[in-house]
């Protein structure tokens, strides 16, 4: 599990979140069906009460940068 500003990622969230792209690709990339990436996107969007693409790529911003600054620090 990835804790990181404030929310935490766990299974396939991570992968899933760090595509800026459609589900499509999403799908591609990782051999997964579109309505699986469809279905786990909706957990994410859920889970971190969130309706947009655009919130979510700002959860992940956020969470990249507060990874790479306790990587940093250690």
Same mark, same amino acid.
């Given at each position: 599990?990835?804790?990181?500003?404030?929310?935490?990622?766990? +299974?396939? +969230?991570?992968c899933l979140c760090g595509f800026a792209k459609s589900m499509t690709v999403i799908a591609t $990339?990782? *051999?997964?069906?579109?309505?699986?990436?469809?279905? &786990?996107?909706?957990? =994410? *969007?859920?889970?971190? +009460?969130? &309706?947009? &693409? $655009?919130?979510?790529?700002? =959860?992940?911003?956020?969470? $990249?940068?507060?990874?790479?600054?306790?990587?940093?620090?250690?």
């Amino acid at each position: 599990m990835l804790r990181a500003a404030g929310f935490a990622f766990s +299974g396939r +969230g991570p992968c899933l979140c760090g595509f800026a792209k459609s589900m499509t690709v999403i799908a591609t $990339q990782l *051999y997964l069906s579109v309505g699986t990436v469809k279905s &786990h996107m909706a957990n =994410i *969007y859920r889970k971190f +009460g969130i &309706h947009s &693409h $655009q919130e979510l790529l700002d =959860i992940v911003d956020s969470v $990249q940068a507060e990874f790479s600054k306790n990587t940093k620090d250690n």
